[in-house]
């Protein structure tokens, strides 16, 4: 598995960049081949952090290139800046047996 982080430290309101980006940047990844699991998560004082999981790191590239143009098209109002990107191999992936997905 590929797992592909980006932290964006200056949001205008996270929870409206998450509410636009779970139609916009859902639909590509459910599109997407190889993919897992997308998270977002507001940490606080205009920092938002997503989460993207694929089967590898050829299915994360071919839908990065696809969500960035998305985030730049529809969410440029939003002024996200540049994030810090961390990404690479998942080394350890345990899930609860009662685990529950966030819709």
Do not use: C, W
């Not at 590929?2 to 205008?12: F, G, L, P």
């Not at 636009?20 to 897992?36: D, H, N, P, T, Y």
């Not at 998270?39 to 839908?63: H, K, P, W």
């Amino acid at each position: 598995m590929y797992m592909i982080i980006r932290k964006y430290t200056e949001v205008r309101s996270v929870a409206d960049a998450a509410r636009r980006a779970k139609s916009g940047v859902g639909e590509i990844l459910r599109q997407s081949q190889g993919f897992r699991s997308y998270q977002v998560l507001d940490a606080g004082d205009g920092v938002g952090i997503a989460v993207m999981i694929f089967d590898d790191r050829e299915s994360a590239d071919a839908a990065n290139a696809k969500i960035l143009a998305f985030v730049q098209a529809s969410l440029h109002d939003l002024d996200l800046g540049v994030p810090e990107v961390i990404s690479g191999e998942v080394l350890v992936d345990l899930v609860s047996n009662e685990s529950t997905s966030m819709k």
